[in-house]
């Protein structure tokens, strides 16, 4: 009996493991979706008003901004799979 309670706080440690992970990416994803929207609203103020007369970066911040979204949201979702096949869920 003792070995299915050290096992089953094994899964908890896990699961809790991921629930960390979990609420620090969504931060993460959360910070740089909001710069990425400051970025693109001050982006199109800028086309709306300088059009092609405007000097635009090579080093635009939109890039940066959407790969870091891109990258939390691909991370979120995999640990949403794991903590589904730790409880025994498809």
Known sequence: MAKKEKTRSSFEKALDSIQCS????????RDNAIMLKE???SLL???EE???KGRYSIN???????KTVWRSSY?????????K????ER
């Open 39 to 41: 970025c693109a609203d």
């Open 50 to 52: 300088e059009g092609i």
């Open 85 to 88: 096949i730790i409880k025994g």
């Open 75 to 83: 991370r979120l979702g995999d640990l949403k799979r794991i903590e």
């Open 45 to 47: 103020k800028k086309i």
């Open 60 to 66: 635009s911040d939109v890039l940066r901004y959407s």
């Open 22 to 29: 979990q609420l620090n990416e969504i931060r993460t994803l």
